[in-house]
Structures are given as structure tokens and as C-alpha cells.
């Protein structure tokens, strides 16, 4: 193919030699500077081709670079939920396993509260801490792994008219047990307005939390929902 082309060109070269005499006079005996006017010839043509072809594929300045970006608000993703238990009596918790073996156990030596730590605003779900005055808590703050769950909660629960509420999250001191996972952010305990706490056990688990317990409560706080992550 190359080799046709090659050879039509210098026959081209070679008619257009002929017909100016002045030019044979150089070249007539010589091959040499035949082949180089030749070559000369298919680079120039090469180069003009190359060039009208770049030129052609140069974007026009009134055409956009890429179509517009149509990002998903982090809101309407919607993550896939597990199927709901048909009941979650008080008492019991899912995983039927402890919840060390299910979310993991405390490790205070490897926790960084600086890096593991993030803080959920909400106007739908109700803030303990925003409405007391006695302690400087804080229960918006939470681990990283407990964001998506919580968030799902928050909106499975507002979307039966309910109001979920955060009663206690992260609480590095005081209250709960010395392995305690709220000292690592990664549990909260939950109740709610307008709905049985054993549906708030449900949702909790289909919103993905990795241990929750629908506790009975004890003498300083009544039944609610515990339910962690694991980190
Ligand atoms: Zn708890």
C-alpha cells in the first residue's frame, strides 16, 4: 500500500521533472536528488494532512468541554436497607451475638477522637444535649461509621411522621460502663415520639447498625434502643 503510494508520488515527481528542463538539467542524472525532491514532497503533503486533521479536531471555543455534571444530593442516595424483623421484643438484641463479637470491642489504646470522630446535625431527629443544661456533651457527635446508619434512621423514622430521639452518643466520661462503645462514639441510644419503641429496634436494624438492643432500661433511663457500629 505504502509502497503504491510511494511510487505513484515519484512517477508524479518524476512527469513533473520532464516538463521543466531547467530543473532535469540537476536532476536528469541524478537518482539521488530525484528521490530526495520525492521524499521532500510526500513529508510535505504528510505534514499539511497532519496538520488540517489537528485542526479540524480543535473543540469550537462556544462548544462546553463535557456535559453538565448532574450530581445525586447526598440525601436521595438511597442505600439498600435489610429486611425488617417481624418483631424485636424488649429485651432482645440482633445479632442474637454480644455485641463485642458484633461491633467490636472498645479499644481506647488505638481510638483517636480528633480523627474517629464526626459531628450529625439533623433538624428532624430531637438532641438531648440541645436541650439540657447540665453537662457539656455533645450527642451531634458521633463515629464515622455510625453517620450513614444514624442519618438512615433519622429519615426512616421522620418518614412515619415520627421523631426519632438522640438521648446519649459519644460520652468519654462518666455514665456508662468502662467498655462502653458511646466512649468511642460508635453507639447511641435512641428513643422516639409517636412510635413503639420496638419499631425503632426494627428500623435501627434495617438502617444498618451492626448490634442493636432494645434495652429495658434501668433505674437511671427508661427502655430505649442501643445499637453501635463497628469501626
Ligand atoms: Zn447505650
Keep these: 500500500m505504502l509502497a503504491d503510494v510511494l511510487s505513484s508520488a515519484f512517477d508524479s515527481v518524476d512527469l513533473f521533472l520532464r516538463h521543466f528542463p531547467r530543473l532535469m538539467y540537476h536532476t536528469h542524472h541524478n537518482g539521488w536528488m530525484k528521490r530526495h525532491i520525492v521524499m521532500l ?13 489537528g485542526v479540524s479536531r480543535i473543540p469550537s471555543r462556544h462548544q462546553p468541554k463535557h456535559e453538565p ?10 442505600m439498600p436497607l435489610r429486611q425488617a424483623p417481624a418483631s424485636f421484643p424488649r429485651g432482645t438484641y440482633r445479632p442474637n451475638i454480644r455485641e463485642s463479637e458484633a461491633s467490636g470491642a472498645i479499644d481506647l489504646g488505638t481510638f483517636s477522637p480528633g480523627r474517629d470522630l464526626t459531628y450529625v446535625e439533623d433538624e428532624r431527629a430531637w438532641w438531648e444535649s440541645d436541650n439540657d443544661n447540665g453537662d457539656t456533651e455533645c450527642d451531634h457527635t458521633v463515629h464515622y461509621s455510625m453517620r450513614l446508619p444514624l ?8 418518614e412515619r411522621g415520627a421523631v426519632l430521639k438522640v438521648q446519649d452518643a459519644y460520652r ?6 468502662p467498655k462502653s462503645l458511646h466512649k468511642e462514639g460508635r453507639a447511641v441510644d435512641l428513643t422516639c415520639n409517636n412510635m413503639p419503641l420496638e419499631d425503632l429496634a ?7 447498625f451492626d448490634w442493636v438492643f432494645h434495652e429495658k432500661g434501668s433505674r437511671n ?3 430505649h434502643i442501643h445499637a453501635s457500629v463497628a469501626r
Design 151 to 158: 442519618e438512615t434512621t433519622i429519615q426512616l423514622v421522620a
Design 221 to 223: 433511663n427508661g427502655p
Design 172 to 177: 468519654p466520661h462518666l455514665i456508662h460502663n
Design 41 to 53: 514532497s510526500v513529508g510535505c503533503t504528510s505534514a499539511v494532512v497532519v496538520f488540517a486533521v
Design 202 to 208: 426494627k428500623i435501627c436494624w434495617q438502617a444498618g
Design 69 to 78: 455534571l448532574d450530581m445525586t444530593e447526598i440525601e436521595d442516595v438511597v
